[in-house]
């Protein structure tokens, strides 16, 4: 019976670790970007049905539309801030060496994943009051101020999955042994 060796080094090294980080920036752009993709077409619904009525508010109900894309600005942060901390493995006297952790790639999907899955979730809710608001706002202006609060509470939803995010990735990752 042979002894097997464990490679630790590989344990806490894999080659497929880099995957998890590119997962979460992938993850981090595509669904924050959903949500504001949502946002911009649902509140965009909302201002052509409102325009109709009431051309001269269209400019004042574009605010909805600005608030969605700043979801997608939030995504693009939590991409490129992991993928500048994906380091690719180097050449040490003729062997690769992994230099990137596997707690670095699942601190980095779970960044990913967070500030994407609240980007979705502002961006639907900025469309939906988007929608109503600028209808509402075509029939009685004075629903304005309201409709910016709402606002302003669902794009905090990002905000935060922006803070999750950075928090995540700023945590400690380790090194991979020699």
Known sequence: MSASI?????????ASAP????FGAAAAMFLANLGAAYGTAKSGV??????????DL??????PVVMAGVVGIYGLIIAVII???I???????????PQYTLFAGASHLAAGLAGGFSGLAAGMAIGVVGDIGTRALGQQPKLFVGMILILIFAEALGLYGLI???IFSASPTGTCAE
């Open 6 to 14: 464990v490679d630790v080094y590989s344990l806490s090294c894999p």
């Open 19 to 22: 995957f998890f980080g590119y």
């Open 46 to 55: 909302g201002i052509s049905g409102m325009g109709v009525s009431r051309p």
């Open 58 to 63: 269209v400019m004042k109900a574009l605010i």
């Open 83 to 85: 993928s500048t901390k």
């Open 87 to 97: 380091k690719a493995p180097s050449m040490d006297n003729g062997t690769m060496r």
């Open 164 to 166: 999750v995010a950075l």
